[in-house]
């Protein structure tokens, strides 16, 4: 990429020219540990030092505001931030969605965090219940927008409402294409939040960019996304959260690494030796977890190499995988028991993939692409919802 073409994230454009609308408004700030500049440095400090005095809290998402929550239902308590002496309320401890009495002290509250692209990744909905919150107490919200880390490319079955939960709380597909300030804007739009919200755009994306090609660092958003190329398979690998299969929590290569100890390599080579997988590599190996499911037992499994980012389709790849093992171990597969993300009674496999009917076709063995065929309609429709929202070309 030529220095000319350097890309400037949301943070980097409000600290370089602030619009004027923030002066003399109390901020809050919704961040993490991974909210900073491609200097590493934070957006509470930029922030504070932008506008003195006038940063009155901080809000984490799940995982806490340091990034130290290992997993699901691991909740962070509200904390005071050390560097600034400011109140950090946790949105992923006694509340998800923040109390009307947390905005009390601000005026506009300020969005700042790193996603994924995938819809079961929490932090978008902390940022929709917080647009909620906001229209109920009048509060503005500005969104410092970053890119999409693995493209505007869509993929998957857009969520039914009977699976809505904290992992999809709207109509989506498993890899949704949007960045958190565009799906803010749809979700403002469709859900009828009518929140007062206004983003600052990243200067230099373009939707068909990868990470790798924006230049940007790298800073790990929770702890089981360590890399850009974790994120690029998440949209697939996530779904091992729903079985008795280890996702690769407990290693170096979560959601990379994927198996248990009863499944057999070779078997499952040759059952999805007739799916097309485009852009990628199922290496055979042996991993022993030191923490979550199987800790201490030699998995046996894959690591996923993807070979072709461009074409690599992870949630297609890894229901090609979920369809082989729910046939070929009836009887050792088993599907995660509630709870699940504070679902108590659903099927945890329903809620990630978001259409019971997408889990009754694969066990029933029906064919991946014609799965994916029954869904295409509705991924049109999404992207024609969408074309509204978009701020990027």
Known sequence: MRSSDKIHIG????????????????????????????????????????????????????????????????????????????????????????????????????????????????????????????????????????????SGRVEGNVLKSDCASFVGLHSIPMRHGLTVGELALLCNREMGIG?????????????????????????????????????????????????????????????????APFVDVDEVLAEVATTELPGCLLRPLVFEPTSGKWAQAGCSGFQLHVTNMRVFMPYRTSLALLQALLKLYPQRFSYKEPPYEYEFERLPMDLILGDKQVRRALEQGVDILEIERSWQEELVKFQQRCAPVFLYE
Not at 218 to 242: C, D, H, K, R
Request: aromatic share 12%.
């Open 11 to 150: 943070l980097e454009v409000l600290s370089a020219s602030p619009p004027d609308f923030l002066y003399g408004k109390r901020l809050g700030l919704l961040c993490n540990q991974a909210s900073t500049d491609s200097r590493f440095r934070h957006s509470r400090d930029l922030i504070m030092e932008r506008f003195p005095g006038l940063l009155r809290c901080l809000f984490s998402p799940q995982h806490g505001f340091f990034s130290a929550k290992q997993d699901n239902m691991i909740e962070s308590d509200h904390v005071i931030d050390p560097v600034s002496g400011l109140p950090v309320y946790s949105l992923y401890g006694e509340t998800r969605k923040p109390y009307p009495s947390m905005f009390k002290d601000i005026d506009l509250l300020l969005i700042d965090l790193i996603d994924v692209g995938t819809r079961v990744y929490t932090f978008i909905w902390t940022v929709i219940y917080c647009l909620q919150t906001a229209a109920e107490t009048g509060t503005g919200v500005v969104i410092l927008d970053r890119p999409n880390p693995i």
């Open 195 to 259: 929140a007062d919200l206004e983003i600052v755009p990243v200067h230099g994306w373009r939707r068909d960019m990868l990470f790798p090609e924006t230049g940007l660092p790298w800073v790990f958003p929770s702890p089981n996304m360590p890399t850009f190329t974790t994120a690029l398979v998440y949209p697939g690998q996530v779904i091992w959260e729903g079985s008795n299969i280890s996702e690769g929590r407990g290693t170096s290569l979560p959601f990379e690494l994927f198996g």
